[in-house]
Structures are given as C-alpha cells and as structure tokens.
C-alpha cells in the first residue's frame, strides 16, 4: 500500500517535470455503457491534485465517433465529475481534420449521429450524407419492402459527383448503407448510372474505428465499426473480384491518432517534450497493438531509421497511405507503453492472444485486414485488473524515474 504522504510528496516532485502523458480509453476502462466502473473514480482521485488538476497530461483516446468531441468532453465530464476540455478528447474521426487534401472534394459520409456536422467541423467542404443520396436516388434502396417509393418519382435537385468516401461509424440500417456505398463505389462516384466493371481506380475510401467489437453493458462484446468495414469488404469483394482499398485508416491503433494524441499532450505540456506515453486500454486489437506500434515507431524514430514524419500516415504496417497535412505532428517522445485492463473486452480467462507460446493464426485475429498480425504488437507492457490499477502503476514507475534525477 501507499504511505499517503509520501505519494503526495513524489507527485508534487512529478508534477513539475510532467515528462509522462496519459492516453486514456474509455469503454471497457472507465466506462460500461453509461455507468462508470468504481475502478475509475477511485482512479481519477489519485491522478488528480488537490486542485482537481490533473498531474499529468491525460488524453481521452476513444474509437467513438457518432459525436462532435465536446459533446464527449461534457460527457466525459459529468460522469467522471472532473472538468475535461474538447482538447482532452480523441474520437476515430479526430485526425481527419489533418487530411486536408480531402477537404474541398465532394465526399459521402456514413454513419450514426450528427455526420454531416462533424464532417464540417474537421474541415470538409462539401458533405452528402446517405440518407441525402437516397433521397435522391430512391430506386436505388430495395432491400426495405416498407420504404420503397409508392408514389411517383419527383425530379430532385442534382448532388455533385461524389469524389471520396468518410465511413465514421457503424450505421443504423446496414443494408442501406451496404448498397449505396457500393452503388458509389461501382459507378465512380455517380450512383445513379450503371456499374461499371472497368473502373480504372477506386474511389478514395477514409476509415474510421476499426474495432471489430467494443464493451458495452451486455455481458459479451458488441459489434464495432470493424464488422460493418469487414461486410463492406466482403461485398465489394464477392462483385468485383478485388480487394476494397483504403486511402486511410484512422482510429486506434492507426499511428497517426497517436501522433494526433501525443500532440495534445504536448499542448497540455506547454508543448514541452513528453517522455514517456502511458496508453490504458481494453483490447488488445486496438489499444495495445496501437500503443505497441506507436511505441516501435518512436523507437525507429530516435534510431534514425524512418525518414520523416509523414510516413506515420502509413496505416498500421499495411498497404495503406494517407497524405497528411502540411502541419506535421512530430513526435517526440520516447517510448510508449501499452497497459492493459481487464475490465473491457479483453478477458484474462481467454488462452489467446496471452498465451503466445501457442500458434496465432488468422481464424483467431480480431484485427483488420490490413493489420499485420505480429505477437510482439500484441502483447501488452504491463496487464493489471483496472484502471485504478493502471495508475497505480504509472505513478510508481514516474515517481522511481523522479527519484533517480
């Protein structure tokens, strides 16, 4: 146990240097549904001061993404009844806004929630939504009995060609969605003439949240946006006889939402160097693979092996790329560490992914497609029962690296 006088003591030494970074999940680590696990309130008293201050900087790094991020700020907020700043929030769709070579294209957004809202505020010019499309190309959604057109079809204005594809979530009616991305894709932006079977290229398709499942309320994981892209896949597959591309993927565990994260750190730090990032997460697909290859690249990083920062836009060691903005982000710290809870979706009581000594093989791999499965990116620095746990750790391990100043 901690001599209470002594933690104060080394966290008011800590709080001057502030050379560590929080990242923080949120379902399955501080949340399950709308309840907030005991294991974080006790958690936030100790990452707090007296001031209710934060000792480090924290930023809340979700895979949620059907709101604008101060919606999620005041969420965050009042369930945790500690004052967090839109600042403070990473949703999937955050690093969009650096993707700026997108933002005057015409582009589809999908998904739940205030989409075409969001999509303007990360800086996109010109937004159709699905439900705009179908209004204008009512014959195009069938699979419905009770919401095929019963009257006869009135001219509507023009939409401009579609020019590239936002997925931000999973939607609500997946066979609308399923059909209508691919009428899109299959015609080069223009659902409403026939497929074309010779496409020279595919239409920019930009990705995010991966999570095959997340943890809610239920007992057992939920269907994430990563069963809806693994559908979408399959079907686009089934037609054309080709993989779908992605120009990007976004969401953890994509390095550039950790470039993102760690930047907002650095703002909190008055954009003072972080040391060292701890990342606190429940699934190991997402929240320890992206924290381990986060942690690989800042390793390649000071080793001078990669070449510049704009190669952190390459998704996930896939075949992805993405063109970032002319504003950087430059990482700086110099490592990660990837703390896994067990309060989520990960179960201790599963042989697979902690047993390693076993085979992995890709009946059992959770992860996208375009994730390269390696057993290293899986497997965590540290597993401890909860977040409480999680900072209980951290502090120690800061407050031994102040000691040694």
Known sequence: MWCRGFLQRTVRSMSTSRQAGVLLDVD??????????????????????????????????????????????QQLSHLLDVKIVPEQVVLSHSPLQMLKSFHDKCVLVSGQGPVADIAHTLGFQKVVTIEQLREHHPLLDMVDHNRRPKLPLTSLRTIPKIEAIILFGEPIRWET??????????????????????????????????????MGEAPSPRFGHGMFLLCLESVYRKWTGQELQYQALLGKPSL???????????????????????????????????ANLYN?????????????????????????????????????????????????????????????????TETVF????????????????????????????????????????
């Open 177 to 214: 969605n399923m059909q209508l991305l691919i009428d899109v894709l299959l015609t080069n932006g223009s659902p409403g003439c026939e497929y074309d079977a010779h496409l020279p290229t595919q239409l920019p398709v930009l990705a995010c949240n991966m999570d095959l499942v997340w």
């Open 28 to 73: 399955g680590v501080l949340l399950r549904g709308g309840s907030v696990i005991p294991a974080a309130q006790r958690a936030f008293r100790k990452l707090l001061d007296q001031n209710k201050n934060f000792l480090f900087p924290v930023v809340f790094v979700t895979n949620a993404g059907s709101c604008q991020r101060h919606h999620k700020a």
């Open 296 to 360: 690989r690249y800042l390793a390649q990083q000071h080793a001078a092996i990669t070449t510049s920062t704009r190669s952190a836009a390459q998704g996930t060691g896939s075949r992805l790329t993405a063109v970032v903005s002319e504003e950087e982000l430059v990482s700086t710290a110099a490592q990660c560490r990837s703390l896994l809870v067990c309060t989520g979706v990960y179960n201790p009581r599963s042989p697979w992914p902690s047993d390693q000594s076993s085979t992995i």
């Open 366 to 405: 959770h992860g996208h497609r375009d994730l390269v499965l390696e057993p290293d990116l899986v497997e965590p620095s540290h597993v401890v029962q909860d977040v409480e746990a999680a900072v209980d750790l951290l502090l120690r391990e800061e407050a031994a690296v102040t000691s040694d100043l």
């Open 256 to 290: 550039l939402t950790y470039q993102y994260a760690e930047h907002l750190l650095r703002l909190q730090n008055h954009n003072q160097r972080i040391n060292t990032v701890y990342a606190i997460g429940d699934n190991l697909m997402t929240d320890i693979y992206g």
